[in-house]
């Protein structure tokens, strides 16, 4: 039976629980998924300081439970510390991000991303470049607001979702 944990970059355990509900209602029959939430940050990711800040408790996280997983997710839209997991672990490191640009591109399509932290929007945007999908990537849509204060409000986060796209 596959074991995936699920590492949450940001310090919410009530965010890590909801994504894993969501992972594991996603995953094959059979498949556990696990999280993980750091022990040490902020509780939203919301600019490029704090997603830098993260990378570290991505990979202590992750190469504390390497030998006891099939594969690990990076839940974070940054994917911080994606590539340094990879280089020192055995298992399959994927990334919300970079399956989330991949599958949006999938035939060359093109998308963009709609995102409440525009304090991320200078690494998103870097994101979509290094992994070859610029032609492919028409930009951002940001919400107006505090961050923090959408995600709090679902029918808020949903409108301003709505309006900046």
Do not use: K, W, Y
């Amino acid at each position: 039976m596959p074991r995936i944990l699920l590492i949450n970059p940001n310090t919410s355990e009530s965010t890590t629980s909801r994504m894993v509900a969501i992972a594991q209602a996603a995953a094959p029959a059979g498949t556990t998924v696990i999280g993980a939430t750091a022990r040490a940050g902020v509780a939203m990711i919301t600019d490029e300081a704090s997603l830098r800040a993260s990378v570290s408790e991505v990979i202590a996280l992750g190469v504390a439970a390497a030998g006891d997983v099939d594969g690990m997710i990076v839940a974070a839209f940054g994917d911080p510390g994606l590539a340094d997991l990879r280089g020192r672990v055995t298992v399959p490191v994927v990334g919300i991000a970079e399956s989330a640009m991949h599958a949006a591109a999938a035939g060359g399509r093109r998308f963009g991303i709609a995102t409440v932290t525009p304090g991320l929007a200078g690494a998103i945007t870097a994101r979509a470049t290094a992994l070859g999908l610029q032609a492919c990537f028409t930009g951002l849509r940001l919400t107006e607001g505090d961050p923090l204060a959408l995600v709090a409000e679902p029918a808020q986060l949903l409108a301003a979702l709505a309006a900046a796209v």
